[in-house]
């Protein structure tokens, strides 16, 4: 077939076969991982119900325990806005963290390698578009947590809060993206490391109760994991006694909040590096091991 | 012995005896060998410890460390007793998803000379194993560090090993049913245990007593056999318990026990109509070999 035949000479066609590289490339990389994330997962209505679901079931079994040994109703609220940023953890684990152990047992992670675009950019897709589809789940969270439970809320800074969420959210999606190199590198330790870091999670880091009444270093420690500081901050920003119960104070959190975002996202760059080196080198890090 | 008396043999022991034996020792292999047996031990104990934690830490910031109050060991007991639920009847229909999704193996499990659902409760026997060990890390936990008050010489054993027995038994079966369920689902069998296990928790008074409720729910937990179970087993432990809260302080240990034994062969009944049913219905449809990578 000639290339008259093909089309391919015909520059309006030529046109779309035109080679992407550069920042156009990754911008559409970034765009295509989040668009199965944003647009798909919205499509498959029955996930909605138990993203949602299942969280409140939690939320609401912690809310009934503080009832029953007669907590302040502030507690209730804690417990609400814990349970909402729940949503924000499981999906780092096991759809970031977990993501590229997932796509090395169905066989995609080679193709993925061996694609032109970055991985970084996949990464950053898998990332934004995890991000806003579990962000409408966490609203959904709260708003039914709260119509349920009747918590009153009392936002003494709009603009702080609004940025809290967003540092929280970039340092913690970064870790998710460096930590989804680390998670390749195992084989079905993977899938028992994703269930191991929930409980002991949710412990260490306040998800149901105020952090500062862990041991101090025990909350510093705690305080590496993003969604530590940013949940108490934000329960310092929406509660009136919020603040009498915050670990730091809000500026110190946002502070830690920016290191930690700089922090993972270069470390997710080079352990990225280090991913596709090794998978060239070794030429084995795509083989799914049962 | 030779290979033909060792056949004999083995064709002498009844296919179900075969069937959980074998599914019994698969399970302890899939679940343990991941790991050196350290690393397995800690991963085994710090989920549920990390659980009770959270309890313990959110009822001591309320009460000031109050951990005298009967309410501590109704919620120390039940949350810890709560790790079979999630251990035995979402190990045994997790097994279907391990089978058929992840090893691609259901399908000649499933044509192999077993019986099946033996199989599958089999394969929940390594999860009770260390859903076992955990429980008793976990109450001995709070014996030696939060006072959980567990006088061993008034524990009423008979009525713990009974009641233990029959809700493992209970749980087993209810882990058949969504076992059933699973071969049905393409989509959200990934979700089906853990919403079930997490509404279970939540309408059994696991960790609070059901006056917490509201009234319009509490039948919910009246209807569960896991109410009663775990009500009697705080009983044969921590006595007092029972005296503390109205729920079912009208009902002896003998009249919850049967109670618990009249729902256990319910479930036992529906779970093998359920399952048999659903396991029609997934040949029919040919579902049994799907693979959905879902």
Redesign the interface.
Known sequence: MSRAQSGVSDPIVYRHFRKNSGGRLFFQTVVARAYPRLIGQQR?K??MF?DV??PL??V???V????????PEE?VGFVVIGGAMTAFWMNVLWSMSSQLYWEKE?GNLALYIMAPNSMMAVLLGMAMGGLVATALRAIVIVVIGSWLFGVQYEVSNYLQLFVVFLLAMIALYGMGMMSASMFLLL???AW?LS??A???I??VSG????IK??SFWVAFSASLIPLTLGLDAMRQLVFPSGESLGFLSVRVEIAILVGLSVVFLIGARYLLAYMERLAIQEGRLTESR? | MTSVNREESVSKIPKWIRSFRLAAWLGWQIESNWADPFLFAIYSLVKPISGAAILVIMYSVITGGDFESPIFPYIYLGNAFYIYVGAVMTGISWAVIDDREHYKTLKYIYVAPIHFPTYLLGRGVARFIIASISVAVVILFGVLFLSLSIDLAAVKWLLFIASLLVGVIMLALLGLILAGMMLLLVHHMWGLGEAVAGALYLFSGAIFPLEVLPPFLRWIGYLLPITYWLELLRRSLVGSVAEAFPTFAGLTDIELFWILLGLTVFYGVLAFVVFRVCESKARDRGLIDVVTNY
């Open positions: 498959e029955s996930w138990f679901f299942l079931l939690s609401a079994a912690y009934f325990v503080y009832r029953a040994i007669g907590a507690y169905q084989s079905r330790e028992h269930n191991l929930q409980e002991p949710y412990l998800f149901f109760f105020p009444n862990l049962r």
